[in-house]
């Protein structure tokens, strides 16, 4: 991957364009996390910034809303070693920003006839501590003798996603962003200024080797248990996990599927998911069933997401979240900030 290493795109009259006052105007296009996320660093840090959405509902078209959200370097490492560094910067910032994260750490269990995925999963991960059954219990008391072991990433964290996307597009607004929604963008010909394009999947047109991953979950409710940090359980199709909502609300995730079908889910995914929060606990068989979703994450060949600054700067693309959107949108939105001020160089920004 070529990163960055021009100084600053200059602008007319030769100022660095993130100082040029003709350049200062930035169109964010997009408000799904990558898009919120550029907005509210970009707004502060001086830039006059209109994040726009197609949708008129806030978040409704957006693959965003259907992420646990969780933030696991750790657990996500498993397949893709450079999410554990940038996705503990993206840790960082969030804990920087948002009051209601859930700093509780994940947990990763397995089936006894999984034990070959577990011990895999610990070869690839390194979990910071294995638990027994006592040490699962004290931690999570609705899982006492379920499970005779665990892996616990004490350092990982959660939120609920509407309620963070919520935050992030409030936040960039009282930073000055201008919102628009219901707005659709036709290109940058009409479009004053840089535009930083966050469109997700729908980039597609102009970025041929993006790719649809499609990954289907359940939003459930019970009163019957309750969990306190994100349960995940090794599965040899899908990361299936549990992650609990405030209340009693779990959102229960999600599958990997090469697929860019963004239609209902389907019975057997649907068995897949509620089969595994069921195995976790049977308390889940009396849960209500609130919302099935599917959505489609935007992804690369090497599933790492890019930035991408084409026609002199004024067209940036971010995208290529896969599975990290939540995690590592942070991340792309300072090294877009810090390109903008000083062409600062990132590995995850590509001048082409
Ligand atoms: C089931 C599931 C679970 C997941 N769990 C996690 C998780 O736990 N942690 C994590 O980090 N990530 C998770 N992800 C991944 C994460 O959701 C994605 O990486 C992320 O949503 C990608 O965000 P995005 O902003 O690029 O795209 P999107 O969220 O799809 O946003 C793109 C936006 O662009 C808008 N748009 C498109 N075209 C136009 C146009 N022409 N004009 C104006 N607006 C336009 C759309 O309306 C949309 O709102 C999960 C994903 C799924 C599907």
């Known amino acids: 991957m070529e990163a960055s290493k021009a100084g600053p795109i200059r602008g007319a009259k030769g100022r660095p364009l993130a100082t040029d006052p003709e350049h200062r105007q930035i169109t964010v296009v997009g408000a799904g996390i990558l898009g919120l996320w550029q907005a509210l660093v970009l707004a502060r840090a001086g830039h006059r910034v209109r994040l726009i959405d197609a949708s008129a509902e806030p978040f409704a078209a957006s693959a965003s809303r259907l992420a646990g959200a969780m933030l696991a370097p750790g657990c996500e490492s498993d397949g893709a070693p450079e999410i554990r560094d940038f996705g503990e910067q993206g840790l960082a910032y969030w804990r920087a ?25 610990a ?19 609705a899982l006492d003798g379920r499970f005779a072991a665990a892996f616990y990433f004490p350092d990982e964290a959660h939120m609920a996603t509407p309620d963070a996307m919520a935050f992030l597009l409030d936040a960039a607004r009282a930073a000055g962003a201008d919102i628009a929604l219901g707005e659709r963008w036709a290109g940058s010909a009409s479009t004053p200024g840089i535009v930083v394009d966050c469109r997700g999947f729908a980039a597609q047109d102009m970025l041929p080797d993006l790719r649809g991953v499609r990954g289907e979950r359940i939003l459930i409710r019970t009163r019957e248990l309750q969990l306190t940090r994100p349960v995940r ?15 009693d609300r779990f959102l229960v995730g999600a599958t990997v599927l090469e697929s860019e079908d963004a239609g209902p889910i389907s ?34 060949p090497d599933n790492l997401p ?17 599975r990290h959107g939540f995690l590592l ?4 939105a300072h090294a877009v900030a810090a ?9 995850l920004v590509r001048l082409t």
């Open 329 to 332: 949108a942070p991340v792309l």
């Open 267 to 300: 019975v057997r995914s649907a068995l897949e998911l509620l089969g595994a929060a069921y195995a976790l606990h049977p308390a889940f068989g009396e849960a209500e069933i609130l919302e099935t979703g599917a959505g489609i994450r935007p992804s690369f």
């Open 306 to 322: 890019r930035v991408e600054i084409r026609d002199g700067g004024r067209h940036i693309l971010v995208n290529g979240a896969y």
């Open 123 to 141: 070869r690839a991960t390194a979990p910071p501590q294995t638990l027994d059954a006592a040490g699962l219990a004290a931690l999570e008391p």
């Open 233 to 247: 359980l090794l599965h040899p199709r899908h990361p299936l996990y549990v992650v609990p909502w405030s209340g």
């Open 97 to 121: 920003l948002y009051p209601r994260l859930v700093n509780a750490g994940s947990l990763v269990v397995a089936a006894p006839r999984d034990q070959a995925e577990a011990a895999r999963f």
């Open 339 to 347: 390109h903008l001020a000083a062409g600062t160089p990132h590995p």
